[in-house]
């Protein structure tokens, strides 16, 4: 839920921190952590030149191990430095960040070996958390997968043939929801436990191969083959799902019963925490979602709850931000249209799906609409406003859905290696201090089209990531394999028309997901000046009876004169001066209304200083309305 940038955001470091990237564990509070150096003491191998090398090319055999092909020599495996400078990896050098910073498209693999890293970060449900500890991986940390899989599945949850409810806890346990069954019944209860084992033992061996230690073992075909593995192995049907209601064990329920009278006994705050989410969530489910997080260990979960506490307690004051364009200037759908993480559609077992259009993400578009200190109220409003209400949607489309979680989907397509900022980064940060408040509500990520160069973003992203978030990641390097995999759990009347679906666009659904009528982000350009380019213009065109709001945001202190013509005879509409009241915060000023037909030109001349500039031109029309993009 709420959501995450992509994974390639955990890279982002300031470049003179002098930083290792750290192998991940699972300190005792069940956050991933981990030490001041590579894996094996050392650090990622360079060329002369700084670039990181190439990973070996693994494959994996029957039996989920990853083989090594003898033939390599040392020397095979790596790129040499003119494959990097002639582009055999894909490059950012077309990125508008670069264009605008003058820099070298290549510089960002710099920070993949700098000394010293701000925070060690792990991945759990779709963010990254802080580490406090530096303890190596062990085999506990994989445990809760075999012991609670978390399997994607394909249909809603069977009823349970007596109502969950808490005034009956028996009505938790598996033997009361079987009890009487005839013998075929026992016969495929039996089977369930067993196909259950068995899910959970692919489960924990994907964590495993998803997390190896060694530094040069993942490419990203390896990536794909591990995914094509796990398929295979989790082709199994009648699976039962453990540590949900209705499927517990006698120990299990004297841990939720335990777990209940502690959230009564102590600060109201813990409980206020669980039950965040009781408007679309039965109390039940509520105190299994947070147990299976930690293996039904009840004082684990109170060491989780510590970690959310003061952060939740926070933004309890204000109600967790309900009116986004109050609080923050503007709507939900501006803040989407650079940071597209937008829920659309239901998957085939009633999770609602979040896609992530990560070539999409636009860091510096970000700063020019938001300071780091506001963001939280983003992903406040978010969780406890947002992701309530697809939920709801998922219960209207099926009463029997009673799930908290989501499906997650990162479309790698577009993506430079250019986009990995620290200003990315901190967006990340904020987030994982909401998102401590709501575990387990990733149901399953898929990762599509990834390029040929994520193997070498994962080979840092596993030494980060907890192992049951990894057990539950699927990468696609194929689109046709990708998109395959989303009809499997998807319907396509759900997709959006982006996927070939029957569904509304993202930038529809991120327009109708403020409630409210809201404006569609159609046009959405960023412009770099500089003191060597101080003008820039972009075109664009309108059809007859459409019609579009121009505006302009950054946070640039001398500003800048924005000019808005029509490109086909110059008339000049209008020209303003863009300038902030406060030199500390992004601000945003109307240039115009237009209305088709005719083609348009805005311009914008920096005053003094260099700066960004963000030009969004929104509408409140639907459907198929879009904005010709002219070649300036």
Known sequence: MGKLGSLFHCLSCRKNNAAAYTHGDVNRNGVVVGNRSAPGGGNLRTSHNGHPRSNKRVTINENGIPHHPRSQSPQSDMLSDRDWATGSQASGRSSVYFDASEGN?????????????????????????????????????????????????????????????????????????????????????????????????????????????????????????????????????????????????????????????????????YRQIVHALSSVEKEAYALCRFLRARKFDVEKVFELLDDARPHYAKAKESDFFPDLEKVLGFGRPIFLSQYPAVFSGNAKNGCPVLYMKCGSIQPEGIKCIITVDKLDRYFWNDSMHNFPKVLKEGRKLNPNFVRTENVTVYDLKGVSRSQITSDTFEVIKVGNQVMSSFPETLHCLLIINAPSWFGLIWSVVKKLIDPRTASKIEVFTSTKNGDKRMRELIDESQLPSEYGGGGPSLAESASSSSGARSKMVVLNQLMFLTKKKSEMSHDFQLEMGQSMTLAVYTRCKTGATAELSRADNKALTTKIDIVGDNDDEPY?????????????????????????????????????????????
Request: proline share 5%; net charge negative.
């Open 105 to 269: 498209a290549d510089e960002w693999h710099d920070t993949l070996d700098c000394g010293s890293f701000d925070s060690t970060l792990q991945i759990d449900g779709q963010y990254f958390f802080n580490a406090k500890d530096d303890p190596t991986l062990t085999a506990e940390a994989f445990e809760g997968i075999k012991m609670y899989p978390p399997l994607p599945t394909t249909e809603v949850d069977r009823v349970p043939r007596s109502p969950i409810t808490m005034s009956n806890t028996d009505t938790l346990l598996h033997r009361y929801q079987h009890e009487g069954e005839g013998d075929d019944s026992m016969r495929r209860g039996e089977e369930a436990n067993m196909a259950a084992d068995k899910a959970g033992i692919a489960l924990e061996h994907q964590a495993r191969r998803m997390t190896l230690k060694a530094s040069k073992e993942i490419t990203t075909e390896y990536l794909g083959e591990s995914t094509n593995l796990l398929l295979k192995e989790l082709n199994t049907s009648n699976v039962r799902e453990k540590g949900f209601p209705g499927e517990l064990t006698e120990e299990e329920l004297e841990a939720v019963k335990k777990f209940r009278e502690e959230l009564q006994n102590r600060d109201p705050v």
């Open 588 to 632: 945003s000023r109307t240039v115009g209304a237009l209305v088709g037909p005719g083609s348009f030109t805005i311009k914008l001349s920096l005053m003094s200083e260099p700066g960004v500039f963000l030009v969004l031109g929104s509408t409140f029309e639907s459907g198929s309305f879009s904005v010709r993009q002219l070649q300036t």
